[in-house]
C-alpha cells in the first residue's frame, strides 16, 4: 500500500439528547479515523450508538460537540446549500428500506444522483453503466422499483451511492430487508466495489456474518468504543470466530430482535 | 348497538380526516341549493311577456346546469370519500384480524358515511339558504337600487331536489365504499404504506395516438360548437366529443411530455427533472379523471362567469342608450282627447310635471310586416309569426324630427316620396335590410314612396319594456302623407325633472290607468321601471352567474389545494431521500413550485381554450334579448380567475413546503 489517505477523521464526537432532566448520552467522546479504501463496520447491539454515529458522519444529524473531518473538510461547520452540495459529491448512501423513489425506472433512480450534481447530459448513460456492470444489474435498468426482488433494489441503491464515486460510501444496515441469499450478494458486491473500484466504505450493522465481510470492525457499547478487530490476512470464516468472541464479551444480546 | 356506537364514535374521532368530507359536502349542498332556489325566486315566476322566451330558455338551461353539478358534486363526494378510506385503511386491517366480517365493516363505514352526511345535509341546507338571501339581497341592491321587494324566501322545491339528489350521491358512496371493502385483501390493508405504486407502463406509440385521438375530438368538438351553437340537437353530441377529448387529453398529456422530456438529454437529466416529470406522469395515471373533472369545472366557472361580466357591463351601457326619456305613452287615437288632456281627466298632473315633452301621432295604411317582408320568408319563430300578422307603424317626418331632438340627436330630412325605417328589432333587421335592398317601395294612397336611404335607423323612438312593443320598423314618411293615412294611436315621450318626481306620477298612473291599461286602452311606462324590471332580471341573473361561477372556481382550487397538500404528505418520504442523496432545499422547493404549478395550470389549459369559445357561442344566443350586442370581455374574467389562482397557488406553495420542512435535513 502506497501513501496512507485519511478520508474521514472523527474526533471527539459527543451526542446528547433530550433536556435538563432527562438526558440521554447517545455518544461519548468518539474518536477514530479511517483511511481511504478502508471497509469499515460498526457493530454494537441496538442503542449503543451506532446509527447516530452513522448519522452524524453523514450530516443527517449533528453532533453535540467534537468535529468530523471528511477529505480534511470540517462538516460540523456546513450549512445549506454548501452541506447539501456536499452529501451529493462527497457521501454515498445505502439505506436498509432501499428508498428508491417507486415513479422512477432504475436507470433513473441512479441517474438521478448525477443529475442532481449537475453532471453532463452525455456522460449519464456510460456512468450508470459502469455502476450497473459492476453490480450485475444491466438487465433490471429499464424496470420499475415494484417490478424488481429486494435484492436488485438493494444493489440499484447501491449503484446509485457509488456512481458518484463519493469519497465514503455509507450503508446503514444494508441487508435489513433481504433473505441470506440476497444480503450475501450484496455484501459481496459491496466488497467488489470496495476492492476494485476503491470506494471506501463504512457499514453499520448488528449482524456478525455481515460484518465478517468487512476489513475492520469498531464495536460501540453504551455510546463508547468498546473494542476495535482488523480482519489482517484471516479469511472470512476465521474472522467471523473473532467477531463472535467480541460479541461474546460485549455481553447483552446483539441480535435486537430476541 | 355495538356498531353503531362505533359509528359515532369513529366519526369523533376521525374528525380531522372527516373534515375536508364534511366540508366538501357543506359546501356542495349550500351551492346546490342555493343555485336551485335561484330558479323559483318569484322574480323570475313573474316575468313579463318579453322575458317568457327568455325565461324558458333560462329554466332549460338551469334544469341541464343542475344535473351537470349534481353530476360534479358527485364525482367530488367519492374523491373525497375515498380520501377517507386511504387514509383508514390500517383502522379497517385492524377490524379484519380482529375477526369482524366484512358485512360489518361496511356498515360501520356506511353508517359514518350517512351520519357525516345528514350533518352535512342540515347544515348546507341552512348554508345555502343563507347563501341565497345574500345573493338576492346583494342582487336586488345592485341592480334595481333598492331591497323593497326583497323577501325572505325558503325555496321548498329546492329543498326538495337537494335532499334527493344528495341522497343518492350518498347511496352511490355507500355503494362505492361497501365494493371496495368487499373487495379488499387484509394484507394489503395492513402494509398499505409501504406497498410500492404500480405503474402502468406507457406505450409509446398508443400513448401518442391517443393524444392525436384527444386533440382531434377537441378541436371537432369545437369546431361543431362554433357551427351549431346551443342547438339542443347537437349539443349532447358536442358536449360528450369535449368530454372524450377532455379526458383522453389528461390521460395521455404526462406520458407525451415524458417521451418528449427523455428525448431532451439536457432537460431530463438536469437537476430533478426526471424525478419530476416521472411523478407528474404516475400521479396523473391516477388523477387524470380528477383533472378533466376541474376542467370541465373550471371552463363552467370562465363560461358563466365571463357571461355574467358582459351582460353585466354591456347591461350598464344600455341602459342609457335605450332609455333616451323618462316617460312614455300610448293610447289608441282618439279623436276628441289628446294624451295630456286624457290624463288630466283622469287626474294625472302629467303636463305641469314634466320639462319636456313630444307628442305624437302614429298612422296605419292596412300594410303589414308580413306584406312588407313577403318577398322573403324566413324561418321564424311563434312570436315573429304573430308579428307578421300586425299592421306597420309610419310616422311624420316632423314627428320624427321631434323625438330625435328630444332624445338629442340630430333631426333628418326626407325629400318629396321618399320615406325611411327606423328600427332596432335585431331579428327583423334582416328582412328589412333586404327589403330595403330589393323591393323598397311602400304605396301611400296613389304615391308610390322610394328610401331615401337604405340603411335602417335605429333611434329609440318610444320607451318599451318588452322584446314585442321594440321598434319592429317605423316607416317616417313625408309630412304631406299625412291625409292619406289612417291615425291609429298617440304616443308622448316625456322627460322629469328628477328621479323623485317620475316616481311620484308613475304612482299616480298606476292608481288611476290600472283599469284602463289591463283592457289595453294605455300603455306606459318609465325610465325607472325599465331599470326595475327589465335590466333588473337580467341584472340578477348576470350577477348570480359571476356568483355561481366565482364559487366554482373556489370549489376547483380547493379540491387542487387539497389534493397537492394531501399529495406532498404521502410523499414525504421521497422528499427525504431527494434530500438524503443530496438535493439541496432550492432544488427541491423548485422541484415542488413546479410540480404544484402543473397541477394547477394543466386544467385551465384546456378550460381557458374551450371556454373562450363557449363564452362566444352562449353569448351569440343572448344578444337577441339585448338589442344591442354584447362586447365579449374576457379580460376581467380571467384577471379574476388568475387573482384567484395566484392566491391559492402561493397558499398551496408554501404550505406543501411546510409540510415538507418538519421532515427536512438541516
Known sequence: MGKVNTILKVENIEKVYGNKGNVTHALKNISF?????????????????????????????????????????????????KLSKFRS?????????????????????????????????NEIEPEVDRVATALDIKEVLYKYPYQMSGGQQQRIAAARAIVTRPTLLLADEPTGALDSKSAKMLLENLEILNQQ????????????????????????????????LIRGNDDRRTFFHRIMEVVALLGGNINDEF | ?????????????????????????????????????????????????SMEIFGDALVTYIGLLTRFIAIVFAFLIIYANQFIMKRRKKEMGIYMTLGMSKWRISFIFVGETFLVGLFALIIGLGLGFLESQVISLLALKMFVGDAIGYKLLLSKVAIKETIISFSIIYIIVALFNTRNIMNIKL????????????????????TSSLFLVAITLIT????????????????????????????????????????????????????????????????MQINYLVISILSALLIASLVVLGTGVSVTSSMNKQVTTATPFDLTIVQPYDENNGLLETAKQDGIPLKENLVNYVEIMLFNTGLTYGELFKEKQVKLSDLEQELLMSQVTLITETDYNKILKLSGKEEIQLGENNFIINANYE????????????????????????????????????????????????????????????????????????????????????NK?????????????????????????????????????????????????????????????????????????KMINRLLFRQIGFYFISPLILASLLSIFTTKVVLEKLEPFFEVSIKQNMFVSFGIIFLLYAIYFIATYHSAKQVILDNRLK
Open chain 2, 513 to 585: 290607468w290600472v283599469e284602463k291599461s289591463l283592457d289595453g286602452n294605455i300603455y306606459y311606462v318609465t325610465k325607472s321601471v325599465i331599470q326595475d324590471t327589465y335590466f333588473g332580471v337580467f341584472g340578477v341573473i348576470a350577477f348570480i352567474s359571476s356568483y355561481l361561477g366565482i364559487i366554482f372556481m373556489i370549489v376547483t382550487l380547493s379540491i387542487l389545494a387539497l389534493q397537492q397538500l394531501t399529495e406532498t404528505q404521502d410523499n414525504k418520504e421521497k422528499y427525504l431521500t431527494l434530500s438524503k442523496i443530496g438535493a439541496d432545499e
Open chain 1, 89 to 121: 459529491e462527497k457521501l454515498g448512501f445505502i439505506f436498509q428500506e432501499y428508498n428508491l423513489l417507486d415513479t422512477l425506472t432504475a436507470f433513473e433512480n441512479v441517474s438521478l444522483a448525477l443529475s442532481i450534481i449537475n453532471y453532463p447530459a
Open chain 1, 197 to 228: 473500484q476503491d470506494a471506501t466504505t463504512l457499514m453499520v450493522t448488528h449482524d456478525p456474518y455481515n460484518a465478517s465481510f468487512c476489513r475492520r470492525i469498531i464495536f460501540l457499547k453504551d455510546g463508547q468504543i468498546f473494542n476495535e
Open chain 1, 33 to 81: 479515523e479511517v483511511q481511504k479504501g478502508d471497509f469499515i463496520a460498526i457493530m454494537g447491539p441496538s442503542g449503543s450508538g451506532k446509527s447516530t454515529l452513522l448519522n452524524c458522519i453523514s450530516t443527517i444529524d449533528t453532533a453535540t460537540a467534537g468535529h468530523v473531518f471528511i477529505d480534511d473538510e470540517d462538516i460540523t461547520k456546513l450549512k445549506g446549500h
Open chain 2, 187 to 206: 394484507i394489503d390493508l395492513l402494509i398499505a404504506n409501504r406497498k410500492n405504486q404500480e405503474l402502468k407502463v406507457y406505450n409509446k406509440w398508443v
Open chain 2, 427 to 510: 331579428p327583423f333587421n334582416k328582412h328589412i335590410h333586404y327589403f330595403l335592398n330589393n323591393e323598397g317601395k311602400i304605396r301611400i294612397g296613389d304615391n308610390e314612396l322610394t328610401p331615401a336611404n337604405k340603411k335602417i335607423f335605429s333611434n329609440i323612438t318610444y320607451l318599451t319594456n318588452s322584446t314585442r312593443a321594440n321598434d319592429v320598423g317605423t316607416v317616417v314618411v313625408p309630412d304631406n302623407m299625412k291625409n292619406l293615412m289612417n291615425p291609429d294611436s298617440l304616443l308622448l315621450n316625456g322627460i322629469f325633472p328628477s328621479q323623485e318626481i317620475e316616481g311620484m306620477v308613475y304612482k299616480i298612473m298606476n
Open chain 2, 220 to 283: 371537432s368538438g369545437i369546431l361543431l360548437l362554433l357551427k351549431y351553437g346551443l342547438d339542443k340537437n347537437y349539443l349532447t353530441g358536442i358536449v360528450s366529443l369535449l368530454g372524450f377529448g377532455i379526458i383522453l387529453f389528461y390521460y395521455t398529456i404526462c406520458g407525451v411530455m415524458v417521451f418528449w422530456a427523455k428525448r431532451n438529454k439536457k432537460l431530463y437529466f438536469k437537476e430533478l427533472n426526471s424525478f419530476l416529470f416521472r411523478q407528474l406522469g404516475s400521479k
Open chain 2, 1 to 49: 348497538m355495538m356498531s353503531f356506537k362505533l359509528i359515532y364514535k369513529n366519526v369523533g374521532r376521525s374528525i380531522k380526516d372527516y373534515a375536508i368530507y364534511f366540508l366538501t359536502l357543506v359546501l356542495g349542498v349550500s351551492l346546490f341549493y342555493a343555485f336551485n332556489s335561484v330558479s323559483s325566486q318569484p322574480a323570475l315566476n313573474d316575468l313579463n311577456y
